[in-house]
């Protein structure tokens, strides 16, 4: 469903859209932080160890929220931009919001594939262990390791685009669209 053509009657996203938004910003940007974070450890290291166990497991935990937050948002749509967007920026703002849900699928995708095939676990906050589905492979967990580290550049660029939008819509041109992704306030 498109912007233009949402069945919403108000210009903000619901309470569980909102919810699962920050839910997988904060995931996110934790999981980035950790993944950095142990890039420069020594492998091997207790230290490096524990933070890909949590890094891991944030990661399995956004896949699960983003198939969620896909589900949930074809189900119930998107508020139109008040006011409507120029196309220019309707475009870019389509464009970059449909990278940013392909990243948030291929990145945990990939760095399963890179766990797996290169012979490691992947678990769930010590609960349980990810079903183990592929074969060890070395070429599979070089390929794996690759599209994570590419798409971890690529995400990057795009997390610091959508900021960068943010800040110019919310503080430059003040037209409400960060306001979109916070609770609706009622006048006194």
Known sequence: MSATSSPYPTTHYNSM????HWAMALIIFAAIGLGIYASYLQPGTPLRRELLFIHKSLGMTALVLVALRILYRAMVGVPAYTPVLGRINA????????????LMLVMPFSGYIFSVAGGHDVPWFGLFEWPLVLPHSEVLSDAGEL????????LY????????????????????????????????
């Open 17 to 20: 859209q909102r919810l699962l």
């Open 157 to 188: 660029v795009l997390l610091t685009g959508h900021l960068a939008a943010v800040i110019w819509h919310q503080w430059i041109k003040q037209d409400g669209v960060l306001g979109r992704m916070m609770p609706p306030t009622q006048p006194l």
């Open 147 to 154: 599209v994570h580290q590419w798409g971890a550049y690529v």
């Open 91 to 102: 475009f870019a703002a389509h464009l970059a919001h449909l990278m940013l849900y392909g």
